[in-house]
C-alpha cells in the first residue's frame, strides 16, 4: 500500500453528545470528514472502511476533555488546512482541540494507551470524611476484588491493579466530586463503575473523561527511534 499520512485529531466531547454511540460516534467522524474534503484512505475488499479508529471508545453518557481519534489520509494535507476545514462542519457538542500529524509507522494509539483520568459526580451525599476513609483504604489495599458483569457473563476484577490513583475533590451537600486515574495494560481496565462500587458510593450522575496518556516507548521503538 502506497504511504500517505497518519494525523490524530483530539477534541472534547459536550453533554449534547453524551449519548451517542462509540458506533455512532465513528460515522459522525466519517461524514465530518468527507464534508471537510479530508482525502481519507479505505481498507481494501468488498467492504471498504475509512481508516478511522479512538483510541479508547467513549461509553455512552458520558462525556470527555481530549478524547484521541487517528486517521489515515490518502494525500498528505497540513494539519492547520485540515483543522480548519473541520472547524466549520463540527455539531454543537464536538470542539476540536488540535490536529497533528503522526509517525506513519507508529503503533495505534489503542496499543500505547497508558491511562486514562476521570472526574466523577456522584449521587449520594455521603460524608466527607467517610468517603476520605473509603478512599485512604482502597489506596493501602494490595488487591481489591469485585464482581462485575460484561456482554452478560459475570466477573471478579482486581480494581486496585487498575487504579492508579483516586482522590476527593469537592464534597459538599451539593456536589460531590471524585477523582480517578485508571490505568491500561496488556487490554486489561477497569471501569470506572467499579471503582465506585468498591468504594460503595453509589451511582455516578456524571462521568466526564478529562485526559488520556500513552506510552512514548512504544512510539520510539515503532518508528526506530
Known amino acids: 500500500m502506497e504511504q500517505g499520512q497518519r494525523l490524530y485529531i483530539v477534541f472534547s466531547r459536550g453533554r449534547r453528545l453524551r449519548f451517542l454511540s462509540h458506533l455512532d460516534m465513528m460515522r459522525l467522524w466519517e461524514r465530518l470528514l468527507r464534508r471537510a474534503g479530508v482525502p481519507l484512505r479505505y481498507s481494501q475488499g468488498f467492504h471498504p472502511h475509512p481508516r478511522l479508529s479512538l483510541a479508547l471508545p467513549l461509553a455512552v453518557g458520558m ?7 487517528e486517521c489515515e ?5 497540513p494539519p492547520v488546512e485540515v483543522q480548519a476545514l473541520l472547524a466549520p462542519q463540527l455539531p454543537a457538542g464536538l470542539a476540536l482541540s488540535q490536529v497533528q500529524e503522526a509517525p506513519w509507522k507508529a503503533a495505534a494509539l489503542a496499543a500505547r494507551l497508558r491511562t486514562s483520568s476521570y472526574e466523577v459526580q456522584v449521587r449520594q451525599p455521603l460524608p466527607a470524611a467517610e468517603i476520605q476513609e473509603r478512599v485512604e483504604h482502597l489506596r493501602r489495599s494490595t488487591h481489591w476484588m469485585v464482581q462485575e458483569e460484561r456482554k452478560g457473563r459475570a466477573r471478579s476484577v482486581d480494581v486496585r491493579a487498575m487504579v ?6 469537592t464534597w459538599s451537600a451539593g456536589q460531590q466530586r471524585l477523582h480517578l486515574v485508571l490505568r ?3 487490554g486489561q481496565s477497569a471501569r470506572v463503575e467499579a471503582v465506585l462500587t468498591a468504594l460503595d458510593v453509589g451511582p455516578a450522575f456524571l462521568i466526564h473523561r478529562e485526559a ?3 506510552d512514548p516507548d512504544n512510539l520510539d521503538r515503532a518508528v526506530g527511534v
Do not use: I, K, N, Y
Open 164 to 169: 492508579e490513583d483516586v482522590r476527593m475533590g
Open 63 to 69: 462525556t470527555a476533555g481530549a478524547e484521541w481519534l
Open 184 to 186: 491500561h495494560q496488556a
Open 73 to 77: 489520509l490518502v494525500t498528505p494535507r
Open 212 to 214: 488520556l496518556s500513552f
